[in-house]
Nanobody, 125 residues
């Protein structure tokens, strides 16, 4: 069982930056693939960034490429999402997720099993 706790959300002006953090419980954090999802009002939840166990591979959805960066610190059981050049359309609840095995890509056959409670990011004009 893994428990995930996100933090770092808030209100920011367009063009600004935020860094989200997600701390995981448990001693086997380094064996989990980790990802950030977001859900905007009226839209489906989407995978926006993911990272494999040893940070050797990352995935970004097109809309955040070049602006967001996912990273992890296995010694601290933490992943991060650095968000730069924020846009109004980045407004959403951001969720941290974890899973054992599978791929970091949206097509993975093994679902993301563990969820955090989410953190709100609001981008204003």
């Amino acid at each position: 069982q893994v428990q995930l706790v996100e933090s770092g959300g808030g209100l920011v002006q367009a063009g600004g930056s935020l860094r989200l953090s997600c701390v995981a419980s448990g001693r086997t954090f380094s064996t989990y693939r980790m990802g950030w999802f977001r859900q905007a009002p009226g839209k489906e939840r989407e995978l926006i960034a993911a990272i494999n166990c040893n940070s050797g591979s990352t995935y970004y959805t097109d809309s955040v490429k070049g602006r967001f960066a996912i990273s992890r610190d296995n010694a601290k059981n933490t992943i991060y999402l650095q968000m730069n050049s924020l846009k109004l359309e980045d407004t959403a609840v951001y969720y941290c997720r974890a899973a054992l095995g599978g791929s970091i890509y949206p097509s993975s056959s093994i679902p993301w099993k563990y969820w955090g409670q989410g953190t709100q990011v609001t981008v204003s004009s």
